[in-house]
């Protein structure tokens, strides 16, 4: 049990968002993004299964075979992917949504704050697109979204935060996708 550091790294992730999401106008978002991990499922769960360089979830889940703490944070924060699945009314069956465009930046900030806090000083831009790839098809995500999300993370590999956040703050208004 390690209270205090999983509040220490989940804190420190949670900053670091909130100072991407001001860097691309995204206030409210940085204000309230990840709150639900400071509550008691979230929290104690995370704390329980603290592994300091990767996320508690995944220990979570090699225990008990499920996150509760995951699939309570999943459904109360936009910027994942899976919380943006319901059914489609004419097929009857489950499929991810396109996400709206905001959510998709925020996901993005959220996704470089976890791998500059896991991997600290062997970050590199190139991180949080290995993982978007690492995960491959695993996460259901609309093809639209797929597409942004990974195109986003390419421009920030290759352009890094400044021009990217640059970006991000000049197209976060347009609902069409770029």
């Known amino acids: 049990?390690?209270?205090?550091?999983?509040?220490?790294?989940?804190?420190?992730?949670?900053?670091?968002?909130?100072?991407?999401?001001f860097k691309c106008g995204l206030y409210k978002q940085g204000l309230l993004h990840d709150l639900s991990k400071y509550g008691i499922t979230?929290?104690?769960n995370g704390a329980k299964y603290f592994l300091g360089t990767k996320s508690p979830h995944l220990?979570?889940?090699?225990?008990?075979?499920?996150?509760?703490?995951?699939?309570h944070h999943k459904g109360r924060?936009?910027?994942?992917?899976?919380y943006w699945i319901d059914m489609n009314v004419n097929t009857k069956e489950y499929e991810p949504v396109r996400v709206p465009k905001r959510y998709v930046y925020e996901s993005i900030c959220d996704r470089i704050a976890a791998s500059k806090v896991y991997k600290?000083?062997?970050?590199?831009?190139?991180?949080?697109?290995?993982?978007?790839?690492?995960?491959?098809?695993s996460i259901p995500m609309h093809p639209d979204t797929r597409v942004l999300?990974?195109?986003?993370l390419k421009y920030y590999a290759d352009n890094g935060e400044k021009a990217l956040f640059k970006y991000m703050k000049k197209n976060k208004n347009t609902k069409e996708y770029k």
């Open 120 to 137: 600290k000083k062997e970050f590199t831009l190139r991180d949080p697109l290995d993982y978007f790839y690492y995960e491959g098809n």
């Open 1 to 21: 049990m390690h209270p205090i550091k999983h509040f220490l790294t989940i804190t420190k992730h949670r900053h670091l968002v909130m100072h991407y999401c």
């Open 59 to 71: 220990a979570e889940r090699s225990d008990r075979g499920y996150s509760l703490a995951w699939m």
């Open 42 to 44: 979230e929290f104690w």
């Open 77 to 82: 924060n936009k910027h994942h992917m899976e």
């Open 149 to 152: 999300l990974e195109s986003l």
